[in-house]
């Protein structure tokens, strides 16, 4: 069904911003929750941040006050704002949708993008 589609990571130095961007293909106004997620090299993948269908937000503790997520379903975007970058920020970051399907559970992923954040 839908599928999604990373883009804006790249090369910013610390203290620095980044707006990553996540296309659907379709629509994402039935979608549960929207998610970030990175994953830094011989590291696990976390969770990022959520938005839910009601907007309401979640944030990793490591970036609470920094990253700022949000969605637009009108035009079927994520985004995930990045301020104030640190190194440990590096990481390939991938978009998610979770939802349900006739009850079922049902997930799609981005290819995602790299972000590297130099010191």
């Known amino acids: 069904q839908v599928q999604l589609v990373e883009s804006g990571g790249g090369l910013v130095q610390a203290g620095g911003s980044l707006r990553l961007s996540c296309a659907a293909s379709?629509?994402?106004?039935?979608?549960?929750?929207l998610n970030w997620y990175r994953q830094a090299p011989g590291k696990q993948r976390e969770l990022v941040a959520r938005?839910?269908?009601?907007?309401?937000?979640n944030y990793a503790d490591s970036v609470k006050g920094r990253f700022t997520i949000s969605r637009d379903n009108a035009e079927n975007m994520v985004y995930l704002q990045m301020n104030s970058l640190k190194p440990e920020d590096t990481g390939v970051y991938y978009c998610n949708a979770h939802t349900l399907r006739l009850g079922l559970p049902y997930d799609a992923w981005g290819q995602g993008t790299q972000v590297t954040v130099s010191s």
């Open positions: 379709g629509s994402i106004r039935l979608i549960n929750t």
């Open positions: 938005v839910s269908s009601n907007y309401s937000t």
